[in-house]
């Protein structure tokens, strides 16, 4: 027998596939749990219940991570609506059980938010499309100069050290970057809406 509990049971083979299937579903739920966070925020009428819906939607998750993998084509892409899915169901059973509160919302202007919100989800999905397929067009000393303001260990001063350009230059550089980004972004978005 065990000792240790931190130690796996003696029972369990050491390559045990459940332990594959937990780690792929807690990658995939830290990764996207900001986007389930906001989601679910904006369900609720103030911030109180959001961790608890959180934890309850997260276990459900987990007791239904086959049934997801097993229909799921993009895991990554798809795992954020499905999710939401659950969480909006866990929103809702909180309010209910918190009904006598004045500060509960109606389930009806629960699902209008849970609309909105997916609304958002998907805008926010096909802008960060754009802005990736905006900055793939780049060359690529131009596109590690744009996000080099983003982008741990990287900088314009940096950059501009090891190229011998003024530092000042360069930030004017990435602002005409920006501007033609922004531009890229925006005109992508317009042809996807009227497209469909």
């Excluded at 937990?22 to 749990?33: I, K, N, P, S, W």
């Excluded at 990435?174 to 922004?182: A, E, G």
Aim: net charge negative; glycine share 4%; proline share 5%.
């Amino acid at each position: 027998m065990n000792s240790r509990p931190d130690a796996p049971p003696d029972d369990v083979p050491p390559d045990d596939p459940l332990d594959d299937r937990y780690a792929d579903f807690v990658g995939l739920l830290a990764r996207h749990d900001q986007a389930v966070r906001r989601f679910v925020r904006a369900l609720l009428p103030t911030g109180d219940g959001v961790d608890d819906v959180m934890q309850e939607t997260a276990l459900e998750c987990w007791r239904k991570y086959d049934q997801f993998s097993d229909t799921a084509t993009e895991v990554d892409g798809e795992f954020t609506r499905w999710a939401c899915v659950i969480a909006r169901y866990k929103a809702l059973s909180w309010q209910r059980d918190r009904a006598r509160d004045r500060l509960v919302f109606r389930e009806s202007v629960i699902e209008q938010l849970a609309a909105s919100a997916e609304l958002r989800l998907d805008r926010g999905d096909h802008e960060r499309e754009a802005i990736e397929r905006c900055l793939d067009q780049l060359p690529a000393d131009q596109r590690r100069l744009l996000l080099s303001v983003h982008s741990p260990g990287e900088s314009v001063a940096r950059i501009a050290s090891e190229t011998g350009q003024r530092a000042r230059k360069l930030y004017s550089v990435v602002q005409s970057l920006r501007k033609l980004l922004l531009r890229c972004v925006e005109s992508r978005l317009a042809s996807e809406s009227s497209h469909g």
